[in-house]
């Protein structure tokens, strides 16, 4: 009966440190799950867009996809329909007239002026993209693939044509 006592009690108190030394490791590994808190958010007014910095444009129709497929070249594009430009290539120099429904550069370090767009992407890296008006009063949707492009609105008239 001694002995048997003596096992119970053994088994009770390991039982026990083990439980314990289970829970701290639990513990600790669930602290590392904990999500971190919540940043403050800070809510930045959006600057006011001028009405001179508006062109109006029929969006309802898209003319057809203009392309710039080439490297080390200088062309002039005029968006006359609300078309799509695609550039594809590098070291370009683009100027685009007219308003245009996307922009997308697949290339490297080209050199963009547009008047306007609803929607600027990159693709590639080092590509200078400016714009110089809003669509209908709307900033474009602006998506950096890479992170490395510079796209910005410029102030005054915006696109003029590359010398030759």
């Known amino acids: 009966m001694k002995t048997f006592l003596f ?10 440190t083990g439980c314990e030394v289970q829970s701290e490791m639990a513990k600790k590994s669930v602290e590392k799950l904990q999500p971190s808190p919540t940043p403050a ?3 930045q007014t959006a600057e006011a867009i001028d009405p001179a910095d508006v062109v109006n444009a029929d ?15 200088k062309k002039a594009i005029n968006c006359k329909e ?3 430009v695609m550039v594809n290539g590098s070291r370009n120099e683009i100027t685009i007239t007219g308003v245009c429904s996307q922009i997308m550069v ?4 080209n050199q963009i ?10 693709y590639g890296r080092d590509n200078q993209v400016s714009y110089s008006k809003f669509v209908n009063g709307n900033r474009p949707v602006v998506k950096d693939t890479a992170g490395s492009n510079a796209i910005a609105k410029l102030d005054g008239e915006g696109a003029k044509a590359p010398k030759k």
């Open 113 to 122: 002026s547009a008047l306007a767009a609803v929607e600027i992407i990159t």
């Open 7 to 16: 096992t119970f009690l053994a088994i009770a108190i390991f039982s026990a």
């Open 106 to 109: 697949n290339g490297h370090g």
């Open 82 to 84: 609300y078309n799509r």
């Open 59 to 73: 969006a309802s129709e898209q003319g057809p996809t203009l392309f710039a497929n080439e490297d080390g070249g």
């Open 41 to 43: 958010i800070v809510k």
